[in-house]
């Protein structure tokens, strides 16, 4: 009895420290890559300095974040910066942003959005959101909810 005590609190200490990863507010299909690393639109290192919320990163470069939020962010602020920087269109952003399935990428933000392929796009709050909910659900099957976008969001402006 005593033994099975002893493992019990070992097993309760090692999950306090090292909690099983859970996905909470959204939903996916599968886990992908972006789901693991609860970073559904696949950031990668942004310049010198790590994301906010980035606990490491992968194999291929991209960040793994401590909560979709911060993942989300991340997509947020990097679309933010390439918008300023005149990439956009949904056409140029996937053009930066991915290195294959390019035409099959537009097709479908064009579809989800509504938003033409080369239509400027503005930094609200409501283009946004719709663009990357929908990179999201193309980037790794993850739907990002309401409650997740909106506390992104918050962080961002």
Known sequence: MKNVIIIFVIVLVLLLVFPASTVTAGTYKSLTLGVKNKNP???????????????????????????FVYGIRAAIKDIKGKISRGIDTIQELIYVWAMG???????????????????????????????????????????ISQSEFNSAWLLVV
């Open 41 to 67: 639109l696949n950031i990668k290192k942004g310049g010198t300095t790590d994301w906010l919320g980035t606990v490491g990163y992968d194999s291929q470069g991209h960040a793994i974040f401590s909560s």
């Open 101 to 143: 399935n390019r035409e099959p990428y537009i097709t479908y933000l064009v579809n989800q959005t509504g938003y033409s392929r080369n239509q400027k796009l503005e930094f609200s709050k409501t283009t946004i959101q719709r663009l990357v909910i929908a990179m999201g659900q193309f980037e790794s099957t993850y739907t």
